[in-house]
């Protein structure tokens, strides 16, 4: 309940993770359908294809669309889309 109520209402950046099996995709799928799609963005890290932190950031700013893997430039399109 509380995570729904994240996802749907708040700015925040939820990141899940836990070992293979554990439920997140489930979990993803359902915080999804649960909220208006629209107004989410979902994005799934591979730590496979990551290595490294910068490999996660890599991935993150392809997911939503950012020039720059940078925290800064990240952050600031997770305000952008908060906003939208």
Do not use: C, F, W
Request: proline share 1%.
């Amino acid at each position: 309940g509380q995570l729904h109520h994240l996802a749907r209402y708040s700015q925040l950046l939820l990141v899940v993770i836990g070992p293979q099996g554990s439920g997140k995709t489930l979990l993803r799928q359902a915080l999804v359908a649960s909220t208006n799609k629209q107004s989410v963005q979902s994005v799934v890290v591979s730590a496979r294809g990551a290595g490294d932190a910068a490999g996660v950031l890599r991935q993150v700013a392809q997911a939503l669309d950012v020039a720059q893997a940078e925290v800064g430039a990240i952050l600031e399109q997770v305000v952008q889309l908060g906003l939208t």
